[in-house]
């Protein structure tokens, strides 16, 4: 099982962080779609197979939870150009 974590810039108080577990319920509660699953065969296995969202950047490796699960992270376009630069 994997951990997810969303990153999205927020006007207020710059980027705000979501770790959840049921991704599917977070992109339905946020309004945005799952448009694929990840095929690129030169990434990590643990992204293979996972989620594509709509306006999002990623599946992108996350590190491991504390438990060692591993962490599947997405950024909002706004979040990956301010980390980017």
Known sequence: MALFEIVTMTDD???SR???DD???WVENMGTEITGTETRPRLRPELQGQPKIA???GPCWGGLSKTGEPII???DCGTYAALSQ
Request: hydrophobic share 55%.
């Open 13 to 15: 108080s710059g980027m």
């Open 18 to 20: 979501v770790l959840t």
């Open 23 to 25: 991704l599917a319920a």
């Open 55 to 57: 306006g999002f950047v």
């Open 73 to 75: 992270r997405y950024e």
